[in-house]
């Protein structure tokens, strides 16, 4: 500006120069103006030479009275230009604030408002907005406020870096100030936030610009329309409209164009149908772009007749074909899998004088890919070069399809013919290829294509990076999937929550919880937020990991960072602390889901159903599973096997029954899990016919009884004290090859031991030790009293001694039994040792146990010992009194 300044005058002073020579007066005026100029001149040579030297000194080191005082020595009192010429000159904002507020006590008054805006300007262009509010406040206190400018600035720094909320929140800051927002500032911020699908801040800011009177446009009503349509918020979108017309606005065909394309979109094919048709009654003509529009829609609600009809009625006396409404065409031809019409249609475009583009063919190329049709892809693949060349995205969708197919040596073949046609693998390419390799298993070949690029060529990004990452954890590599992570970080690739999600669920996948929660702690180290999927994913992984309380706080962390937990949270919360046997929090988080508004899916519904089953409350499970129904979710083997468990393990068998026909009506394949909990629960109260029915029917099923319905149906006979026909059961049950575990043995050998057959149920125990299989507690403790009943005492003892010896913790019920078996082999001293360990290890010791023992005693003359028994036995019998008395 200086120096535009600085040459004009020069020519004016020339000019002035040369008029007065050939002027026939004074010429005295016409000095006077060039001298004032040039005054002017020196003027501003002299301010831009102090602010270089203010700058200068500010720069020459750490804010302190070293630079106060150099800065007072050069200008005791600055000047506003001066201070505006700093401040627009530095680029350090704390060091701009430093400099704004010295100078604001030199001259002991409020700086003017070009300054306050160059500090607005220099905030915005460094993004550093610490002290933004408290420079707002001081401007409305002075009362003045920010240019429209520095408004504009402001905004658009935070929309370059993607920070849109913190935006957002500047322009709420100006009007918590009572300031007005440029226009441009909020146009500006609407158009970034609809490309991120922000509808609700769209909407605050489009009526504070009505509050404001601020002029909307239909420009402005079709960007606000666009996003809510395409969220699917049909309600929302239409009240704009009734809104953009009750402000006698016309609506236009681009506005109508993208409510047809936007509703038919999100399923609303009736609704754009009536867009066309108003738009025709609006007298508007629909053009190219309508009807492309509304046959895609068409053709992707699977409407493809009405889509034909459509496309005829386009073509109709058309001379010029639409390449863009033939591609639209053919690609619903395609999907309905109507090859032989889209090649037909293919010709008529020729036929028209329009050779088809390498878009059409892609087309047709894609839908076959997702037919599973290989081997014509590569066929049309072959004709298309007749017509057009193919580019990069058609190698990639034969590239994509063959590795889809396994078949790799043709992807490798046509990778080859792609570099023969001068087209290089982009990184899509590579990144098809690693995707479909992982998805297969074929780690190596992928890993191998990794490390085969060439970065000067094809760099991977970051896509390339999680896809391998994410294959390589998924099949047990964590080991291989970190130092590929590592290598990204050293490629100065930044990870996103995608690649830390994969790691973290990877990692507690292979039961390395500790590695899992160090890749979290340092995702937050470096600075990456987690989203709403990676902390569902952790917190998942950490209840399974056993970690409930960790998990109960990161459902709290998920409302910490800001995110709202959506059903999948609730879901995972839910039937985590069931499995835990925390069922009875199941009716609390329900109704929170449901105050939240959360909208239940199929798999949340079975969650909560499992949840109240597991609780008890099956009434309420019952009515949520109507409610299901009700919903349009069609209930799965896991709802109904949760209710038939629940209502089997209440004793409401006949209903559970009756689910079960309705499943099998609704034609849903029923499994082992829900007839083993019908087996179970008839068993339980003695109808072993019914049992037996439902054994015979889940065989006749195709079905093989496992371990659990074997041992449901054991358990039932031997509290039948059908004993027999329970060992009948259990050589079934080895005849079909099913293992028998621990618990088939205890109930077995329960079931002897009650019906006095003690050899029997120790030849049993004999089998289960040569199986290596591990008994019990209760085990130990009813083999121990058989034996002991039975007289085979020094068995009994040696049994509960390698009881002990193998880290088992006897009972009361296995002390008394024990006590009382010595006791009645004469063995009052070792009998009485073991009353006196069962006394310090705080159990009880029975009535009966007592009164064998003391006549063991007496029988061996043991006295002292007896007389401390009969003083227990006292105790016992005084304490049953009393608390019989009470």
């Not at 050939?22 to 100029?37: N, T």
């Not at 200068?56 to 505006?84: T, V, Y």
């Not at 074909?321 to 019409?341: E, L, Q, R, V």
């Not at 490390?451 to 294959?471: A, Q, W, Y």
Request: hydrophobic letters at 40%; a neutral charge.
């Amino acid at each position: 500006i200086s120096l535009c300044i600085r040459t004009t005058c020069c020519q004016i002073f020339n000019t002035c120069k040369s008029l007065s020579s050939l002027s026939d007066g004074s010429s005295s005026e016409l000095y006077k103006k060039s001298a004032i100029f040039e005054g002017k001149i020196n003027s501003i040579e002299g301010v831009r030479k102090e602010v270089d030297d203010v700058c200068c000194i500010l720069e020459s080191g750490p804010w302190g009275s070293a630079i106060e005082n150099a800065l007072s020595s050069l200008n005791e009192k600055p000047q506003p230009g001066l201070i505006i010429g700093v401040l627009r000159k530095l680029k350090d904002v704390n060091l701009a604030i430093n400099y704004f507020r010295w100078t604001e006590k030199k001259t002991d008054q409020a700086h003017c408002p070009e300054a306050y805006n160059s500090l607005l300007i220099l905030m915005a262009r460094n993004k550093k907005f610490d002290c933004l509010e408290q420079v707002l406040e001081e401007m409305s206190m002075v009362g003045f406020g920010p240019s429209s400018n520095a408004c504009i600035e402001l905004v658009v720094s935070c929309v370059k870096s993607q920070k849109l909320r913190e935006a957002f929140d500047i322009i709420q800051m100006m009007r918590k100030f009572k300031f007005r927002p440029a226009f441009s500032a909020y146009t500006t911020l609407i158009g970034a936030l609809s490309a991120v699908f922000e509808s609700d801040l769209m909407l605050t800011l489009f009526h504070q610009m009505q509050e404001l009177g601020y002029e909307v446009s239909v420009h402005l009503f079709t960007t606000l329309i666009r996003v809510f349509a395409k969220e699917g918020r049909v309600d929302a979108a239409l009240n704009l409209l009734d809104e953009m017309r009750s402000n006698c606005f016309e609506a236009d065909v681009v506005l109508y164009n993208v409510c047809i394309d936007c509703f038919g979109k999100v399923g609303k094919v009736d609704m754009a149908w009536k867009f066309f048709h108003e738009m025709k009654a609006q007298g508007l003509v629909p053009d190219d772009v309508t009807f492309t529009s509304m046959i895609g829609v068409l053709c992707k609600s699977n409407r493809l007749q009405e889509a034909i009809e459509l496309f005829e009625l386009m073509e109709q006396d058309r001379k010029v074909p639409c390449a863009y409404a033939y591609n639209t065409m053919i690609m619903g031809y395609g999907s309905a899998g109507k090859f032989d019409d889209a090649y037909g249609l293919l010709e008529r475009q020729k036929a028209k004088g329009s050779i088809p583009s390498v878009i059409s063919y892609n087309c047709i190329l894609t839908c076959l890919g997702k037919k599973g049709k290989v081997q014509e892809a590569l066929r049309i693949f072959e004709d298309m070069k007749k017509d057009a060349v193919p580019n990069l995205p058609t190698y990639n969708i034969l590239i994509d399809m063959l590795c889809k197919d396994g078949n790799l040596e043709d992807a490798w073949r046509i990778q080859g013919a792609m570099k023969e046609a001068g087209l290089y693998p982009n990184v899509i390419t590579v990144n098809i290829m690693i995707d479909r390799l992982c998805k297969a298993q074929k780690l190596d070949e992928a890993v191998s294509i990794f490390e085969g690029m060439d970065h000067k060529v094809c760099c991977p990004n970051e896509v390339t990076f999680c896809s391998l990452i994410d294959g390589l954890g998924k099949h047990g590599r964590v080991n291989d999937a970190y130092r590929l992570y590592e290598k990204m970080l050293d490629s100065d690739k930044i990870p996103n929550a995608v690649v830390y999600t994969s790691l973290i669920r990877n990692f507690f996948k292979c039961g390395r919880k500790e590695d899992g929660h160090k890749i979290y702690k340092e995702m937050l180290r470096r600075g990456c937020a987690p989203d709403l999927m990676l902390l569902n994913t952790y917190m998942d992984c950490v209840f399974k990991a056993g970690e409930i309380e960790k998990g109960r706080a990161l459902f709290e962390e998920i409302k910490a960072q800001g995110f709202i937990p959506d059903v999948q949270s609730y879901s995972i919360l839910i039937h985590c602390l069931v499995k835990a046997g925390f069922a009875h929090e199941t009716y609390q988080l329900f109704h929170a889901m449901k105050e939240q508004g959360c909208i239940l899916d199929t798999r949340a519904y079975n969650t909560v159903i499992d949840g109240f089953c597991k609780s008890g409350k099956v009434n309420k499970a019952y009515q949520l599973l109507e409610e299901m129904k009700s919903k349009g979710h069609q209930p799965t083997v896991v709802t109904y096997g949760s209710v038939i468990d629940g209502l089997s393990k209440i004793d409401r068998l006949d209903e559970a029954y009756m689910l079960l026909e309705e499943a099998k009506s609704q034609g849903i394949e029923l499994n082992l899990v829900i007839y083993s909990s019908l087996i179970d629960g008839f068993g339980k109260v003695g109808r072993i016919d019914e049992a037996y029915l439902i054994l015979e029917e889940l065989m006749q099923k195709g079905l093989t009884p496992n371990t659990y319905t074997w041992n449901c149906l054991l358990d039932a006979l031997v509290k039948a004290e059908e004993v027999d026909e329970a060992l009948v059961c259990f050589k079934s049950m080895k005849d079909m090859n099913c293992p028998p575990n621990h618990i088939t043995y205890s109930i077995l050998i329960n079931g002897l031991c009650k019906i006095r057959k003690f050899n029997k149920a120790f030849v049993l125990w004999q089998e289960m030790e040569k199986q290596w299989l591990k008994p019990n507690t209760i085990t130990y403790t009813t083999m121990i009293s058989g034996l002991a009943k039975a007289g085979n005492v020094a068995e009994a003892h040696g049994l509960f001694e390698r009881f002990k010896a193998n880290g088992g913790i006897p009972d009361s019920a296995c002390y008394n039994a024990i006590i009382e078996g010595l006791s009645n082999a004469n063995r009052a001293t070792d009998a009485y040792k073991l009353f006196e360990e069962t006394r310090r290890k705080g159990f009880n010791i029975h009535t009966k146990t007592c009164v064998v023992l003391l006549d063991a005693l007496h029988k061996a003359e043991c006295l002292e010992q007896a007389a401390i028994v009969g003083a227990v036995l006292k105790e016992t019998a005084k304490s049953q009194h009393a608390s019989k008395y009470w």
